[in-house]
């Protein structure tokens, strides 16, 4: 059993690290009218997401691991929120005030909007599926909430083959798209309402807003 100071082996974080600023620099960059939160938060949950991910890297350990899957929870629940805000906002400009004013504002709002959602919902479900990454890799057993077709079909992949954040990122980018699975099947409920949940900002993203700026662009 790993101790709280132990060091394992764990995949690379340069690809979740990346999503991460994305997202926060996303949330800097959006219209003041659709912020739910002031800028400087977001500079503080950069580094105070990024700390534990870089010390990872370097050493592996458990103890870090386990504040770094902590924070990325905390900054989704925190994403959730702010979302919905954001929306709720967008839609109220979209129903009391001509939508001709403001197109070019809601629909790069919106388009950040989806991109925050996918690369937020990519970390979750690359924290949450088999217990996390450091877990999947040292083969860790804990009952998959995905089903990739890797695994499904195990002589197409590597004998050691296991999911990594960009296969996560897949699987966030289909569920905000097809609005649906494709490839990658949810096996459990808590699978089941993340992908919902996802697949629903979305759909208000993209149906209602986006669409709603791109017909009163002039």
């Known amino acids: 059993?790993?101790?709280?100071?132990q060091t394992i082996r764990d995949e690379p974080r340069w690809a979740p690290a990346l999503?991460?600023?994305v997202v926060l620099g996303l949330f800097a960059v959006l219209p003041q009218h659709v912020q739910a939160m002031p800028g400087w938060v977001s500079h503080v949950v950069a580094l105070v997401v990024i700390v534990p991910m870089i010390v990872v890297t370097l050493t592996a350990n458990t103890l870090w691991m386990r504040l770094e899957r902590t924070v990325i929870m905390l900054l989704g629940a925190a994403y959730v929120v702010n979302t919905a805000a954001e929306l709720a906002d967008m839609i109220g400009i979209i129903t009391l005030h001509p939508p001709e004013?403001?197109?070019v504002s809601l629909l790069?709002?919106?388009?950040?909007?989806?991109?925050?959602?996918?690369?937020?919902?990519s970390l979750l479900y690359w924290q949450i599926d088999r217990g996390g990454p450091s877990a999947r890799v040292n083969g860790v057993t804990t009952k998959p909430d995905w089903l990739f077709p890797q695994a499904a079909a195990p002589e197409v992949a590597s004998p050691d083959w296991q999911p990594l954040f960009l296969d996560y990122?897949?699987?966030g980018y289909n569920t905000a798209?097809?609005?649906s699975p494709t490839d990658v099947l949810p096996l459990t409920r808590r699978a089941k309402m993340l992908m919902?949940?996802?697949?629903?900002i979305s759909l208000l993203t993209l149906v209602i807003v986006a669409a709603r700026a791109v017909n009163a662009i002039p």
Not at 108 to 121: C, D, E, R, Y
Not at 196 to 200: A, H, I, K, P, V
């Open 177 to 179: 798209t097809a609005f």
């Open 19 to 21: 999503a991460i600023l």
């Open 196 to 200: 919902m949940l996802e697949s629903t």
């Open 101 to 103: 004013t403001r197109a």
């Open 108 to 121: 790069s709002s919106s388009l950040a909007i989806w991109v925050t959602n996918v690369l937020t919902f």
């Open 1 to 5: 059993m790993n101790g709280p100071g």
């Open 169 to 171: 990122l897949y699987l």
